[in-house]
């Protein structure tokens, strides 16, 4: 295994880390959660630290994915409340519609 694979795969074991503590927190906006945004050809992955209206703040996660920041958050991590949940709500619509299970028919 070459260093990029080594990486790759040290880094998708993070994710699924956070997904199954995404799942622990349950739906909506959660401290702790961990989300990403699609940017360019990756993403953009970021922890929810704080809930506050107008602007919460979330920390960029390097250990996940490098390189890609969301233009929806600040240089400082700050982020539209209003976007935040939009973000979140539609990654977890994305899960309920690929996780379902095929019904025979």
Excluded: C, H
Excluded at 36 to 61: F, L
Aim: charged content about 40%; hydrophobic content about 35%.
């Amino acid at each position: 295994m070459d260093e990029f694979e080594k990486k790759f795969a040290k880094q998708t074991k993070i994710w699924q880390k956070a997904l199954k503590k995404n799942k622990e927190l349950g739906k909506g906006l959660k401290v702790g959660k961990v989300f990403r945004t699609q940017v360019a050809d990756g993403y953009a992955v970021y922890e929810i630290v704080k809930i506050a209206d107008p602007i919460s703040k979330v920390k960029y996660r390097s250990d996940i994915e490098e390189d890609y920041r969301s233009l929806a958050v600040d240089g400082e991590g700050n982020i539209l409340t209003s976007q935040l949940k939009k973000i979140i709500e539609f990654g977890e619509t994305l899960d309920e519609l690929f996780s379902k299970k095929k019904v025979k028919k």
